[in-house]
């Protein structure tokens, strides 16, 4: 699932995960050192969805926790997660 993820992250916004720093992993994808458009964040978060077949819940986009690359790792695993434990 992770490298699903970091090739729709690859594909759809122009950034490879396997060259960033740890400390980069935790910068917003919606900030000027990835120049991230909010349109590509949401056709992002379609993909993510599609391609792993699972369903973001609203309150994470909200709260803004669908954001750096480890917190939508963690997201997408839960819901991963969850869709395996129905």
């Given at each position: 699932m992770e490298e699903e993820l970091k090739k729709i992250i690859k594909d759809t916004?122009?950034?490879d995960i396997n060259q960033l720093t740890e400390e980069?992993?935790?910068y917003p994808l919606l900030?000027?050192?990835?120049d991230v458009?909010?349109?590509?964040?949401?056709?992002?978060?379609?993909?993510?969805e599609e391609?792993?077949?699972?369903?973001?819940e609203?309150?994470?986009?909200?709260?803004?926790?669908?954001?750096?690359?480890f917190d939508i790792l963690k997201i997408c695993e839960e819901a991963v997660n969850k869709v395996s434990d129905e």
């Open positions: 916004l122009c950034i980069e992993k935790k900030s000027s050192r990835f458009l909010p349109y590509q964040m949401f056709v992002f978060f379609s993909r993510v391609k792993l077949k699972i369903k973001i609203e309150q994470d986009i909200v709260e803004g926790n669908f954001n750096c690359y």
